[in-house]
């Protein structure tokens, strides 16, 4: 016989493609974390301080989950200078791995 567990979701719940969970090629921290990202609003601070206030990882932690996250195209970083000279970086955040295609122009 199996056991039946009912969740009731009532409020404060994230709803989620299930790709990057059912994806063998994450490891549960990358799952974890980007179930996380996904879950915050679009105006989130999601910069290595921002997550890591948020998490109890460290700088380095959150950067090795990031750039598994990079490497199997679930996230892409987009590097460049600000007004005052500071880098700045755009977190594009994806549900299912994004590839960029790239056309041969000849």
């Not at 679930?74 to 790239?102: M, Q, S």
Request: proline share 2%; aromatic share 14%; with cysteine.
């Amino acid at each position: 016989m199996m056991s039946v567990f009912k969740i009731e979701k009532n409020q404060n719940y994230t709803v989620m493609s299930n790709h990057h969970l059912r994806d063998r090629n994450l490891s549960y921290k990358a799952k974890g974390l980007l179930s996380f990202m996904l879950s915050l609003p679009e105006d989130w601070d999601y910069s290595l301080a921002g997550l890591c206030s948020i998490s109890k990882e460290n700088r380095d932690g959150i950067r090795s989950i990031l750039k598994e996250l990079q490497e199997h195209h679930y996230v892409e970083i987009e590097k460049f200078r600000g007004d005052k000279g500071y880098f700045e970086y755009n977190y594009l955040i994806y549900e299912v791995p994004h590839f960029i295609i790239l056309k041969n122009i000849l």
